[in-house]
T-cell receptor
Framework: AQSVTQPDIHITVSEGASLELRCNYS??????LFWYVQSPGQGLQLLLK??????LVQGIKGFEAEFKRSQSSFNLRKPSVHWSDAAEYFC????????????FGKGTKLTVNP | DVKVTQSSRYLVKRTGEKVFLECVQD?????MFWYRQDPGLGLRLIYF???????EKGDIPEGYSVSREKKERFSLILESASTNQTSMYLC???????????FGQGTRLTVV
């Protein structure tokens, strides 16, 4: 069965520091991978997605993620965190189109210290 | 700008009431979803629909039903609301060409 693991429930970083959020997945077919961000009280917004091709993908707000098939990972990174990045981040996996649905991890809450 | 709109941001209902949560999307998407979000549990799929009048149970369908009479609208129904259904409810949609899901703003439901 498909599953997504986000090992870190809560991460705290200082503003300006680098960030890496971990995501591991279990999926039988070629995975489509996503990172979403949720600000408090809001819905989820797509940060980036990977379908195929270059394994390093760029997203909005200066985020990037790298797909590593051998490690079944899709970690999210940002070189320098801003206070406005404080939010909850969700990794998700699915397959190509059709009636497929996404499977989400349980999320990582990011706190940014001034 | 593409949109998924949920009818209410905040809702307070009494135990035993029948509750309707409405979701409308303007992207002509085939797939629509209802998720429930609780602290520490992430997003859990309640029901989804891949076409008009079609529905499938997700991971936690008990106590819920859904209706999809038109392509753009997907309703979640709590037949008899209970306090353990107090939660954030998120609606999403996607098309058959890729799996990217677009989310609404969420409905915070409190059952008292």
């Amino acid at each position: 069965a498909q599953s997504v693991t986000q090992p870190d429930i809560h991460i705290t970083v200082s503003e300006g520091a680098s960030l890496e959020l971990r995501c591991n997945y279990s999926y039988g077919a070629t995975p489509y991978l996503f990172w979403y961000v949720q600000s408090p009280g809001q819905g989820l917004q797509l940060l980036l997605k990977y379908f195929s091709g270059d394994t390093l993908v760029q997203g909005i707000k200066g985020f990037e993620a790298e797909f590593k098939r051998s490690q079944s990972s899709f970690n999210l990174r940002k070189p320098s965190v801003h206070w406005s990045d404080a939010a909850e981040y969700f990794c998700a996996v699915g397959s190509q189109g059709g009636s497929e649905k996404l499977v989400f991890g349980k999320g990582t809450k990011l706190t940014v210290n001034p | 700008d593409v949109k998924v709109t949920q009818s209410s941001r905040y809702l307070v209902k009494r135990t035993g009431e029948k509750v309707f949560l409405e979701c409308v999307q303007d992207m002509d998407h085939e797939n629509m979803f209802w998720y429930r979000q609780d602290p520490g549990l992430g997003l859990r799929l309640i029901y989804f629909s891949y076409d008009v009048k079609m529905k499938e149970k997700g991971d936690i369908p008990e106590g819920y039903s859904v209706s999809r009479e038109k392509k753009e609208r997907f309703s979640l129904i709590l037949e008899s609301a209970s306090t353990n259904q107090t939660s954030m409810y998120l609606c999403a949609s996607s098309n058959h060409l890729d799996t990217e899901a677009f989310f609404g703003q969420g409905t915070r439901l409190t059952v008292v």
